[in-house]
């Protein structure tokens, strides 16, 4: 059985089709949807939304995108226990649909990030995790402008303690998010929002590899059940 994907396509989305690219490299059947359509596919098992600059990023980033009917559909989707996945863009769309906590704001240099960064992987208690080891390093480019991750005490409390963070920058942190933060999950570990981009890391052409067992290990968990609780 193929892991059944659906990415989702926005105007200004720039990172659709290499998200789509990495998971069908890694055997799932992906299906591109856009913004103005009101329902998923039926029987999808993960929702992906990429990365870019969805209707320019006018307002806040992802604040359009959020409101749109598809993100409406998603959002019972994730309510309903399915997998939703958001890369760059993808994150600050799921920050504004209330599917995750926090804000992401302006880099704390106040300019636009795009490289190669370090990062440490806090946990394989996920899906989109569970290819990797717990505190394994890996390299993963991000290219963002607004990827400082921010939230009160309280919540970065519930996220350190509720083993929530997914991902964590090393000592190149881009953007000086709190915590170092790169990634978060939800709290049924079935939502992750990640500034870095695992799809661009996917072929030795890309510079590295080390995206490719995010896809590899969320295929494999999403069709096997190998992860309980995943």
Not at 184 to 208: F, K, Q, T, W, Y
Request: glycine residues 12%; contains cysteine.
């Amino acid at each position: 059985m193929s892991l059944r994907a659906a990415v989702l396509v926005f105007p200004g989305s720039n990172c659709d089709r290499d998200l789509a690219v990495a998971l069908r490299r890694a055997g799932a059947e992906v299906e591109m949807v856009w913004h103005k359509d009101s329902s998923l596919p039926a029987g999808v098992d993960l929702v992906a939304i990429p990365g870019g600059f969805s209707f320019g990023d006018y307002l806040r980033c992802g604040a359009i995108a959020a409101r749109s009917p598809i993100v409406r559909a998603v959002v019972r989707f994730a309510e309903a226990g399915g997998h939703v996945l958001g890369v760059c863009n993808g994150f600050q769309v799921l920050i504004e649909a209330g599917l995750l906590p926090g804000a992401l704001m302006r880099n704390a240099g106040l300019k636009f990030v795009c490289a190669p960064v370090s990062l440490t992987v806090e946990t394989t208690e996920s899906a989109f995790t569970a290819g990797y080891r717990k505190g394994e390093a890996i390299r993963l480019p991000v290219a963002h402008h607004d990827g400082n991750y921010f939230a009160d005490p309280a919540t970065l409390a519930r996220l350190e303690d509720g083993d929530r963070v997914a991902l964590r920058y090393g000592a190149d942190n881009p953007n000086g998010s709190s915590h170092d933060i790169a990634g978060i999950l939800s709290a049924n570990r079935r939502v992750l929002g990640l500034m870095p981009h695992p799809e661009r890391a996917v072929d030795p052409a890309h510079g590295g590899t080390d995206g490719m067992p995010f896809f590899a290990g969320l295929a494999e968990v999403l069709t096997s059940g190998a992860l309980q609780g995943a």
